[in-house]
């Protein structure tokens, strides 16, 4: 089972750090994968950079 996420920021280019309920913390690069009309809206950097964690799901949103 994937551990959830606790902790987000948004880095420079399209880049996050992530950090897990395991401790585990790490930097998510997705500069070339946001491909395609539906990561359209991720590509407005202040955009990408309301990044959050779902309270629910505890998903980044």
Same mark, same amino acid.
């Given at each position: 089972? /994937?551990?959830?996420? !606790? &902790? !987000? +920021?948004?880095? *420079?280019?399209?880049?996050l750090?992530?950090?897990? @309920?395991?401790?585990?913390?790490?930097?998510?690069c997705? @500069?070339?994968?946001? +491909?395609?009309?539906?990561? @359209?809206?991720? +590509? *407005? +950097?202040?955009?990408? &950079?309301?990044?959050?964690? &779902?309270? &629910?799901f505890?998903?980044? /949103?």
């Amino acid at each position: 089972m /994937t551990p959830n996420i !606790v &902790d !987000v +920021k948004p880095l *420079d280019g399209f880049n996050l750090w992530v950090k897990f @309920e395991d401790g585990k913390s790490g930097k998510l690069c997705l @500069e070339g994968e946001l +491909k395609g009309p539906i990561f @359209e809206p991720l +590509k *407005d +950097k202040e955009f990408f &950079d309301s990044v959050f964690i &779902d309270p &629910d799901f505890h998903a980044l /949103t």
